[in-house]
Protein backbone atom coordinates (compact mmCIF):
# COMPACT_ATOMS: atom_id res chain seq x y z
CA UNK A 1 0.00 0.00 0.00
CA UNK A 2 0.89 3.16 -0.62
CA UNK A 3 2.73 5.42 2.12
CA UNK A 4 3.92 9.05 2.34
CA UNK A 5 5.42 10.46 5.41
CA UNK A 6 6.16 14.04 6.18
CA UNK A 7 8.97 14.72 8.53
CA UNK A 8 10.70 18.11 9.24
CA UNK A 9 8.06 20.36 10.45
CA UNK A 10 8.49 22.69 13.66
CA UNK A 11 8.61 25.88 15.03
CA UNK A 12 10.02 28.88 13.08
CA UNK A 13 10.41 32.22 13.43
CA UNK A 14 9.22 34.86 10.86
CA UNK A 15 12.26 35.44 8.22
CA UNK A 16 13.52 31.62 9.09
CA UNK A 17 13.76 28.88 6.71
CA UNK A 18 12.67 25.28 7.17
CA UNK A 19 12.72 21.60 4.77
CA UNK A 20 10.29 19.67 4.71
CA UNK A 21 10.65 16.16 3.91
CA UNK A 22 8.47 13.16 2.35
CA UNK A 23 9.38 9.52 2.11
CA UNK A 24 7.45 7.51 -0.19
CA UNK A 25 6.86 3.84 -0.40
CA UNK A 26 4.46 1.00 -1.87
CA UNK A 27 4.74 2.79 -4.96
CA UNK A 28 7.69 2.99 -7.44
CA UNK A 29 8.38 6.46 -6.70
CA UNK A 30 10.44 7.11 -10.06
CA UNK A 31 7.21 7.01 -11.88
CA UNK A 32 5.28 9.57 -10.26
CA UNK A 33 4.55 13.51 -9.68
CA UNK A 34 5.17 14.69 -5.98
CA UNK A 35 3.06 17.29 -4.34
CA UNK A 36 2.75 19.54 -2.06
CA UNK A 37 -0.66 20.79 0.09
CA UNK A 38 -0.78 23.04 2.95
CA UNK A 39 -4.03 23.87 5.35
CA UNK A 40 -3.81 26.96 7.37
CA UNK A 41 -5.22 26.10 11.22
CA UNK A 42 -9.02 26.28 10.78
CA UNK A 43 -9.05 27.24 6.53
CA UNK A 44 -9.02 25.38 3.15
CA UNK A 45 -6.86 23.61 1.16
CA UNK A 46 -4.15 25.22 -0.46
CA UNK A 47 -1.96 23.84 -3.23
CA UNK A 48 1.66 24.46 -2.59
CA UNK A 49 3.98 23.15 -5.06
CA UNK A 50 4.40 20.32 -7.20
CA UNK A 51 7.53 18.16 -9.14
CA UNK A 52 7.18 16.06 -12.10
CA UNK A 53 8.62 12.85 -11.72
CA UNK A 54 11.79 12.99 -13.42
CA UNK A 55 12.45 16.47 -11.25
CA UNK A 56 12.39 18.76 -14.68
CA UNK A 57 9.10 20.66 -14.10
CA UNK A 58 8.34 22.12 -10.81
CA UNK A 59 5.11 24.67 -10.29
CA UNK A 60 4.73 26.57 -7.52
CA UNK A 61 1.59 28.66 -5.87
CA UNK A 62 1.64 32.30 -6.40
CA UNK A 63 1.70 33.04 -2.32
CA UNK A 64 5.22 30.57 -2.44
CA UNK A 65 6.89 31.49 -5.90
CA UNK A 66 10.22 32.60 -5.48
CA UNK A 67 10.70 31.16 -1.77
CA UNK A 68 9.91 27.80 -1.88
CA UNK A 69 12.05 25.39 -3.91
CA UNK A 70 10.76 21.35 -4.63
CA UNK A 71 12.94 19.21 -5.34
CA UNK A 72 13.18 15.29 -5.50
CA UNK A 73 15.67 12.20 -4.90
CA UNK A 74 14.21 9.19 -6.92
CA UNK A 75 17.14 6.73 -5.46
CA UNK A 76 16.06 7.74 -1.86
CA UNK A 77 12.39 7.82 -2.61
CA UNK A 78 11.81 11.59 -1.25
CA UNK A 79 10.74 14.74 -2.04
CA UNK A 80 11.81 17.97 -0.45
CA UNK A 81 10.22 21.32 0.10
CA UNK A 82 12.81 24.27 1.14
CA UNK A 83 10.48 27.08 2.34
CA UNK A 84 12.49 29.89 3.20
CA UNK A 85 11.62 34.39 3.92
CA UNK A 86 8.94 32.36 6.25
CA UNK A 87 6.02 34.33 7.42
CA UNK A 88 3.04 33.64 9.66
CA UNK A 89 0.93 33.28 7.05
CA UNK A 90 2.81 29.87 6.10
CA UNK A 91 1.43 28.42 9.18
CA UNK A 92 0.04 25.41 7.70
CA UNK A 93 -0.49 21.80 7.97
CA UNK A 94 1.99 20.33 5.24
CA UNK A 95 0.84 17.45 3.12
CA UNK A 96 2.60 15.36 0.72
CA UNK A 97 0.26 13.81 -1.71
CA UNK A 98 0.67 11.81 -4.91
CA UNK A 99 -2.10 10.71 -7.71
CA UNK A 100 -1.53 6.92 -8.04
CA UNK A 101 -3.79 5.63 -9.52
CA UNK A 102 -5.81 8.22 -11.78
CA UNK A 103 -3.84 11.33 -13.86
CA UNK A 104 -1.67 13.80 -12.21
CA UNK A 105 -3.63 15.92 -10.21
CA UNK A 106 -6.33 13.64 -8.74
CA UNK A 107 -4.64 12.99 -5.59
CA UNK A 108 -5.74 9.56 -4.13
CA UNK A 109 -2.75 9.09 -2.00
CA UNK A 110 -2.37 11.59 1.32
CA UNK A 111 0.81 11.60 3.86
CA UNK A 112 -0.97 12.68 7.92
CA UNK A 113 0.50 15.96 7.27
CA UNK A 114 3.28 17.82 9.65
CA UNK A 115 2.65 21.17 11.21
CA UNK A 116 4.80 24.01 10.41
CA UNK A 117 4.54 27.09 12.47
CA UNK A 118 5.82 30.29 11.66
CA UNK A 119 5.78 32.53 15.08
CA UNK A 120 8.20 34.84 16.87
CA UNK B 1 -3.45 30.23 -12.21
CA UNK B 2 -7.53 29.34 -12.55
CA UNK B 3 -9.39 30.35 -9.82
CA UNK B 4 -12.08 28.18 -8.80
CA UNK B 5 -15.43 29.68 -7.15
CA UNK B 6 -17.57 27.23 -4.66
CA UNK B 7 -20.56 27.76 -3.51
CA UNK B 8 -22.42 28.33 -0.84
CA UNK B 9 -19.63 27.90 1.92
CA UNK B 10 -21.70 26.67 4.18
CA UNK B 11 -24.77 23.99 4.29
CA UNK B 12 -27.28 23.31 6.43
CA UNK B 13 -29.53 20.40 5.71
CA UNK B 14 -31.43 17.29 7.00
CA UNK B 15 -30.61 13.31 6.13
CA UNK B 16 -32.22 12.34 3.52
CA UNK B 17 -32.07 15.76 1.71
CA UNK B 18 -30.70 15.88 -1.84
CA UNK B 19 -27.58 18.56 -1.61
CA UNK B 20 -25.89 19.96 -4.49
CA UNK B 21 -22.68 22.30 -4.54
CA UNK B 22 -21.07 24.34 -6.97
CA UNK B 23 -17.87 25.20 -8.67
CA UNK B 24 -17.06 27.85 -10.79
CA UNK B 25 -13.81 28.02 -12.76
CA UNK B 26 -12.07 30.88 -14.34
CA UNK B 27 -11.80 29.54 -17.38
CA UNK B 28 -12.57 26.23 -19.40
CA UNK B 29 -11.08 23.30 -17.69
CA UNK B 30 -12.97 20.41 -19.72
CA UNK B 31 -13.49 18.58 -17.48
CA UNK B 32 -10.71 18.55 -15.02
CA UNK B 33 -12.01 18.54 -11.89
CA UNK B 34 -11.64 16.64 -8.69
CA UNK B 35 -13.93 17.07 -5.33
CA UNK B 36 -13.38 15.86 -2.13
CA UNK B 37 -14.39 15.12 1.16
CA UNK B 38 -12.43 16.33 5.49
CA UNK B 39 -14.05 14.87 8.12
CA UNK B 40 -13.06 17.11 11.18
CA UNK B 41 -9.66 16.33 12.01
CA UNK B 42 -9.15 13.66 9.08
CA UNK B 43 -6.83 13.72 5.97
CA UNK B 44 -9.08 14.74 2.72
CA UNK B 45 -9.89 11.91 0.18
CA UNK B 46 -10.61 11.90 -2.87
CA UNK B 47 -14.29 10.98 -4.14
CA UNK B 48 -14.47 12.03 -7.80
CA UNK B 49 -12.31 12.99 -10.34
CA UNK B 50 -12.63 13.84 -13.70
CA UNK B 51 -15.95 15.83 -13.02
CA UNK B 52 -18.20 12.12 -12.68
CA UNK B 53 -15.58 9.77 -12.32
CA UNK B 54 -16.40 7.81 -8.50
CA UNK B 55 -13.41 6.80 -6.93
CA UNK B 56 -13.79 3.35 -6.04
CA UNK B 57 -15.16 2.78 -2.61
CA UNK B 58 -17.29 5.49 -2.49
CA UNK B 59 -20.92 5.39 -2.18
CA UNK B 60 -23.31 5.87 -5.31
CA UNK B 61 -25.40 8.64 -3.43
CA UNK B 62 -21.99 11.10 -4.38
CA UNK B 63 -22.44 12.35 -8.43
CA UNK B 64 -20.44 15.02 -10.24
CA UNK B 65 -20.82 16.43 -13.07
CA UNK B 66 -20.23 19.36 -15.56
CA UNK B 67 -18.06 20.84 -17.93
CA UNK B 68 -15.95 23.63 -19.38
CA UNK B 69 -16.51 26.63 -16.14
CA UNK B 70 -19.28 25.13 -14.47
CA UNK B 71 -19.30 21.83 -12.29
CA UNK B 72 -22.05 20.30 -9.38
CA UNK B 73 -21.63 18.12 -6.69
CA UNK B 74 -24.78 16.22 -5.18
CA UNK B 75 -25.33 13.94 -2.31
CA UNK B 76 -28.61 12.50 -3.32
CA UNK B 77 -29.89 11.46 0.14
CA UNK B 78 -27.72 12.88 3.12
CA UNK B 79 -26.21 10.38 5.32
CA UNK B 80 -25.47 11.18 8.67
CA UNK B 81 -21.40 10.46 8.31
CA UNK B 82 -21.73 12.67 5.17
CA UNK B 83 -21.10 15.54 7.38
CA UNK B 84 -18.12 17.37 6.43
CA UNK B 85 -16.23 19.55 4.20
CA UNK B 86 -16.38 19.24 0.73
CA UNK B 87 -13.48 20.73 -1.85
CA UNK B 88 -13.09 21.23 -5.90
CA UNK B 89 -10.10 21.41 -7.35
CA UNK B 90 -8.93 22.10 -11.14
CA UNK B 91 -6.37 19.83 -12.72
CA UNK B 92 -6.41 21.19 -16.17
CA UNK B 93 -2.90 23.15 -15.44
CA UNK B 94 -0.60 23.51 -12.41
CA UNK B 95 -0.92 25.32 -10.13
CA UNK B 96 -3.86 22.85 -9.42
CA UNK B 97 -5.93 25.09 -7.18
CA UNK B 98 -8.82 24.38 -4.82
CA UNK B 99 -11.96 25.94 -4.20
CA UNK B 100 -12.66 27.54 -0.87
CA UNK B 101 -14.60 24.57 0.47
CA UNK B 102 -18.18 23.91 1.28
CA UNK B 103 -19.32 22.88 5.33
CA UNK B 104 -22.21 21.04 5.30
CA UNK B 105 -23.96 20.53 8.58
CA UNK B 106 -27.01 19.35 9.78
CA UNK B 107 -30.03 21.85 10.64
Known amino acids: EVQLVESGGGLVRPGGSLRLSCSGS????????MHWVRQAPGKGLEYVSGISNNGVRTYYADSVKDRFTISRDNSAKMVYVQMSSLRPGDTAVYYC?????????????WGQGILVTVSS | DIQMTQSPSSLSSSVGDRVTITCQASRDISNYVNWYQQKPGKVPRLLIFGASNLQPGVPSRFSGGGSGTDFTFTISSLQPEDIATYYC?????????FGLGTKLDFK
Open chain 2, 89 to 97: QQYHNPPYT
Open chain 1, 97 to 109: VVAYNWNDGSFDY
Open chain 1, 26 to 33: GLTFSSYA
